[in-house]
C-alpha cells in the first residue's frame, strides 16, 4: 500500500496484530490516509534513531512472496522522515510514493537540513528497485463511494489463492482486515479493500495478484 517499508512504516509494527488489522480497514484503499496514520503514530513514538537496514534489500511483492537483493545501504538518521523521503526519491518507482508525498506537503520543514551531510544517495543504486506488481496509484476512483466500489471490482488488482499451493492454514482468513475471505477459501472481492495482508501473510507463496477480465486498456 505504501511501495515501500522504510523507518516511518516500520513503527507500524508496535501495533498490535489486531489493531493493525483495524487501521488497515480504516484506511481502506485510501494511501494518504494511511500514510498520514503513519506519521502520527511516528510522532507518538518518536524514535531517537533510525537504521536503515538495506544491506540486503526486498524487491518485489509483499515479505513472502519477493526477492531478497544484496544492496549494501546502511543510512542512519534523527529524523525518518527525511531519512525515507530521500531513499524514496532514490528508489525511481514508476509510481508517485504516498508517504513522501505526505510528507513534502504537510512536513515539508523536515526536508530542510541535509540529513546525508557524508555522503550523496547518488552513490547507492537505488534506480533499479523493482516495484510490487500489484501497485496502483491512488486515484479520484477510490475515494468516491459507489463509483471506487465499481472501480475496485472491475478495474484494480486483485489477490487470487493458487489452491495447489495452499496449505489451509487460515493464516489469511484470520488476519484479513476486511474478512473478505471465506472459510472455503474463496475471497469476496465487493469485499477486499487490496491490501495485500493476505499476501504478505500466507507463508505456502499461495496468493498472487491478478488483474481483472475487464481491465482498463494499457494497465
Ligand atoms: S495463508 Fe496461504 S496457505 Fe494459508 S490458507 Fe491462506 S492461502 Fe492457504
Ligand atoms: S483478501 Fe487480502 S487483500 Fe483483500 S482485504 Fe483481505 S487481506 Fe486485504
Given amino acids: ?30 494511501k494518504e490516509f494511511f500514510a498520514r ?18 544491506i540486503t534489500i526486498h524487491e518485489g511483492n509483499g515479505p513472502s512472496s519477493g526477492k531478497p537483493r544484496d544492496m549494501g545501504l546502511l543510512a542512519m538518521s534523527e529524523n525518518g522522515l527525511a531519512l525515507d523521503y530521500h531513499i524514496n526519491n532514490g528508489c525511481a518507482f514508476p509510481y508517485s510514493n504516498p508517504l513522501s508525498k ?8 523536515y526536508l530542510e537540513n541535509n540529513c546525508f551531510p557524508w555522503k550523496q544517495l547518488t552513490d547507492f543504486p537505488l534506480d533499479t528497485i ?3 506488481d500489484q501497485y496502483e496509484e491512488e486515484t479520484l476512483a477510490f475515494r ?9 471490482y472491475f478495474f484494480m488488482s486483485r489477490p487470487r489463492i493458487n489452491r495447489s499451493h495452499c496449505t489451509q492454514c487460515g493464516h489469511c482468513i484470520n488476519h484479513c482486515p476486511a474478512d473478505a475471505i471465506r472459510k472455503n477459501l474463496t475471497i469476496n472481492y465487493w469485499r477486499c479493500i487490496r491490501c495485500y495482508c493476505c499476501q504478505e501473510l500466507c507463508p505456502s507463496k499461495a496468493i498472487q495478484s491478478r488483474k481483472p477480465l475487464c481491465n482498463l486498456p494499457g494497465r
Avoid at 19 to 28: G, I, L, M, T, Y
Fill in 130 to 132: 523493482e516495484p510490487p
Fill in 1 to 30: 500500500m505504501m511501495l515501500t517499508t522504510l523507518c516511518v512504516k516500520n513503527m507500524y509494527g508496535c501495533i498490535p496484530t489486531p489493531q493493525r488489522v483495524h487501521f488497515h480497514f480504516q484506511a481502506d484503499t485510501q
Fill in 37 to 54: 496514520m503513519l506519521l502520527e503514530l511516528y510522532f507518538l513514538l518518536l524514535p531517537s534513531l533510525n537504521i536503515l537496514d538495506g
Fill in 102 to 109: 505526505v510528507i513534502k506537503n504537510e512536513y515539508p520543514h
Fill in 144 to 152: 468516491r463511494g459507489f463509483i471506487k466500489y465499481l472501480y475496485q
